[in-house]
């Protein structure tokens, strides 16, 4: 199955975000799971029109409900960012379930981030537009959470291990110091992850999500999947 082009959404589901400054921080931590309806709608060809990009990072915030899936095996973060963002849209699928389609249910890795492409098509097959990418920047990021309402894959390497670490990216901050003088990091935009490796939704700095070579949970930021409605 190809990515990018060929790869077209049908259906535009009826998703939940948060707009208000306030709400998004006090709530960052306690999302849970929705159930959420799919409206369909005619089929979408060709790329999704995007909005201009800013030369200065988006100020505001929004984010979406994301639930808490800690991966059920080792070398499953990938299965539990599938099953976090499957139920995302509505679609009640085990880790399992996951990894019997795309590893004979072994408890393995995928070969590549765009492998995750074919998961979600699988089990919702109203997704199968999607744009493997490097790096993102602010701007994106806030365009992917903001504009289109779309949670986004991000692969990690990890320094001195085997193998790299998927974790999935559902909101963006970055308001005025004045307003948020208690966030982690108030003059730099910030990114919700969703670490499966705990199931852990937290708040980070841009920065460190893209390089936290330095630190406790060492990564460096190589691979994006989105989902191009």
Request: charged residues 20%; contains cysteine.
């Amino acid at each position: 199955m190809p990515l990018e082009d060929d790869m077209n959404l049908s259906a535009a589901p009826a998703k939940s975000r948060l707009s208000n400054v306030t709400d998004v921080i006090d709530r960052l931590k306690s999302f849970s799971e929705n159930n959420l309806k799919t409206e369909q709608a005619k089929p979408v060809t060709g790329k999704r029109a995007r909005s201009a990009r800013s030369s200065t990072d988006p100020m505001g915030s929004a984010s979406l409900y994301l639930g808490s899936y800690p991966q059920k095996c080792d070398w499953w973060c990938w299965a539990a960012c599938s099953q976090a963002v499957l139920a995302y849209y509505g679609e009640s699928v085990s880790q399992q379930e996951i990894a019997d389609f795309e590893t004979n249910g072994a408890c393995a890795g995928i070969e590549s981030l765009g492998r995750i492409a074919y998961v979600l098509n699988n089990f919702y097959s109203s997704l199968y537009r999607f744009i493997l990418d490097g790096v993102i920047t602010p701007s994106d990021a806030w365009d992917e959470i903001n504009a289109d309402e779309q949670p986004f894959f991000i692969e990690w390497d990890l320094p001195g291990i085997v193998g790299n670490h998927t974790v999935v990216a559902y909101a963006y901050v970055h308001v005025d110091p004045n307003m948020c003088a208690f966030c982690p990091s108030p003059n730099e935009p910030m990114l919700a992850i969703m670490n499966p490796a705990d199931g852990d939704r937290a708040l980070h700095p841009y920065s460190w999500v893209l390089d936290g070579s330095i630190g406790d949970q060492p990564h460096i930021w190589l691979n994006t999947l989105v989902i191009n409605q």
